[in-house]
């Protein structure tokens, strides 16, 4: 091999390398972790919480309630007809009239996501600060929806009592397009349109604020 050649071949393994490691970055996506290619936690091999655990891990957990359904919304949201169970116990949730004519900023985690353990206090934040200008309801996907107990585990050792239900079939998933990386937040109008899928880590309550300002018209 010539000396040019070899020159050559260099300079493009350093091309390849700064690629790799810029691409991140450049994407917007540097932390979500995709659904099909991690997972801390192997759902199916381990044993389902029995009823009383799980009653315990709820009390424990200290989840605010559920939203109740508010108006009828447009025919034209992919949400109409999405019920999911309320991770904090029943009544379900009618996810198209969950904003009760309000916007809605829906966070989707997962309990095995590292960049999610890390995101939820943040979105935590950020629902204190919209108070009731913008329902804020995170998901736990269906990466992982199988074991609620494990879900209560995360938000209790994170001290996160945010409204949640669990998209145990991936309903909610299917409606929007989700991605499936984690985390992903979807912001929804008041007729319960989708306004935008954010595949996105957010690292504060000021990045939140200003998703919801840009898509949904909302100062927070």
Not at 4 to 18: D, E, F, H, Q
Not at 37 to 57: C, I, N, W
Request: proline residues 9%; charged residues 15%; aromatic residues 4%.
């Amino acid at each position: 091999m010539s000396t040019s050649t070899r020159v050559g071949v260099c300079i493009l393994v350093v091309v390849a390398a700064l690629i790799v490691a810029v691409w991140p970055q450049a994407t917007g996506r540097d932390d979500t972790v995709p659904a099909q290619r991690q997972s801390a936690v192997d759902t199916a091999s381990q044993p389902a919480a029995a009823a009383s655990d799980l009653v315990a891990a709820r009390a424990k957990a200290q989840l605010s309630p559920c939203p109740v359904p508010g108006p009828p919304v447009s025919a034209a949201s992919p949400l109409r007809g999405v019920t999911l169970d309320c991770l904090a116990g029943p009544p379900a949730v009618d996810i198209a009239r969950a904003g009760a004519g309000r916007p809605m900023f829906i966070n989707y985690w997962a309990f095995w996501c590292g960049p999610c353990r890390t995101e939820l206090p943040i979105v935590a934040e950020y629902a204190s600060r919209a108070g009731q200008r913008v329902q804020v309801l995170t998901v736990q996907g269906v990466d992982g929806a199988q074991r609620p107990d494990l879900s209560l585990k995360l938000l209790t050792d994170i001290a996160v009592h945010l409204p949640t239900v669990v998209d145990t079939q991936g309903r909610l998933a299917a409606a929007v397009g989700f991605p499936r990386v984690y985390p992903t937040s979807v912001l929804i109008r008041p007729d319960g349109t989708v306004a935008a899928l954010l595949p996105r880590v957010f690292r504060s309550s000021d990045e939140i604020a200003r998703a919801v300002e840009q898509y949904l018209a909302v100062t927070t």
